[in-house]
Structures are given as C-alpha cells and as structure tokens.
C-alpha cells in the first residue's frame, strides 16, 4: 500500500522557521496503522510550538513497529523527540500484538493501542465501555452518537468530538484500571490512544501559555 508522502524536504532550517510565531520545542512523529481514521484524527491537532508528522502504513502489529524504527532511522537528522505507533489489535494473534508492543518500548517508541479498534476511543467521548464487542457493534453506537453515519475517511472528527477529550481520558483511563495485571493482549475492550491525547493536549495548554 501507497505510504503517504514523507516529512518535507530535511534540512536544518525548516525546523527552524517558527510555526505560528512560536519555537517549535517539540517534534512527534506519529506512525498509524490505518491511512484513513487515525491519520485524519491526528492531523486535525494543530499545536503551536509542536510540529506532528502522521504516517499512515497499511500495515499492522510487528511490521507496523518494524516501519517505525525503519522511518526513525530513515530520518534521523528530523531529530523526533517522541515515536508514537498507533495500532489495534483486531483478529490479529495475541502473542503479534503483545511483541509489536514489546518492540516499541524496547527501542524507546511509545505505543497508542486499541482493543479492539481505535474506534474504541471515540466511544469513550460519549460513554463508559467496559464489555467486549466487535468492529461492527463499534460502528453502530458511533452512527447513534453521532446522528449520522460513521466515516473512516471522516476529516472532521477531531473537531467533532474535541469538546469531550476531558471525558474519553477520564473514561479510558478509568478502563486501564480494571485490568492488573495489564496483558494488552487480552485485555478487551482497552485503548492507551488516551495517552498521546494528552500529550498532545497537554502541550497545546502549555503552548498557549
């Protein structure tokens, strides 16, 4: 699958130039799973002071992990102070899972999980989900919430559900607790998307500063 177009052209002083008349003092490097929810999602943050580059894959678990420190080390000279992979666990084997996930901590890359689907994250906007179901019981609560039908390619999103990312935190955050000890595997329904939302959001309340 086509990989979206990498980080313009590399050079010293295009991290130089200010965005928003702001220093960047940040760079995060997001590498996604899918190329149409997570990238649309993750490219609506627009964060003075912190340049996002979102790469949307194709591909999933290990080999998802396995592109990452490849891109990483491919551009190495962009100098990322924060490696996200974004995936889900799917149908995909427990042990996949749990080793992409083993890698990416072990090369110092953080890791936003979903099981089963990030559509998971967008649930938590609206309610507390603590029972285990599929893709497709996902999408039809999203179609009830949202009044309208769910898209993946949908660009408006982030700005749709922005309103309620104080609630989703608190509602994943409250759902990671459930499980000790964590096993990422078999823990469903679970998500650690929350994690770089807020480090997102977090940068963006000190930016604003």
């Not at 100098?79 to 042990?95: E, G, I, L």
Request: proline content about 4%; overall charge positive; some cysteine.
């Amino acid at each position: 699958m086509k990989r979206s177009e990498p980080f313009s052209p590399r050079s010293k002083k295009s991290f130089q130039r200010p965005v928003n008349h702001k220093e960047v003092h940040q760079r995060i490097l997001i590498v996604c799973e899918g190329t149409k929810t997570e990238p649309q999602y993750f490219k609506q943050f627009r964060v003075p002071g912190l340049k996002i580059q979102v790469e949307g894959t194709g591909k999933n678990t290990v080999s998802l992990v396995e592109h990452a420190l490849q891109y990483r080390k491919d551009y190495e000279e962009e100098n990322y102070d924060q490696v996200w992979c974004v995936f889900d666990k799917d149908d995909f084997p427990v042990a996949d899972f749990e080793k992409a996930i083993r890698l990416a901590r072990k090369n110092k890359m953080r890791v936003a999980y979903s099981n089963q689907a990030f559509e998971l994250w967008y649930i938590l906007h609206f309610e507390y989900l603590n029972t285990s179901m599929d893709r497709k019981s996902y999408i039809k609560k999203l179609n009830d919430y949202l009044e309208t039908e769910y898209k993946k390619n949908d660009d408006h999103m982030y700005h749709r559900l922005r309103c309620k990312s104080d609630i989703a935190i608190k509602n994943a955050e409250r759902l990671m607790k459930e499980y000790h000890p964590s096993h990422p595997g078999s823990n469903d329904p679970s998500t650690t998307v929350y994690e770089l939302v807020k480090v997102l959001l977090n940068d963006s309340k000190l930016s604003s500063n």
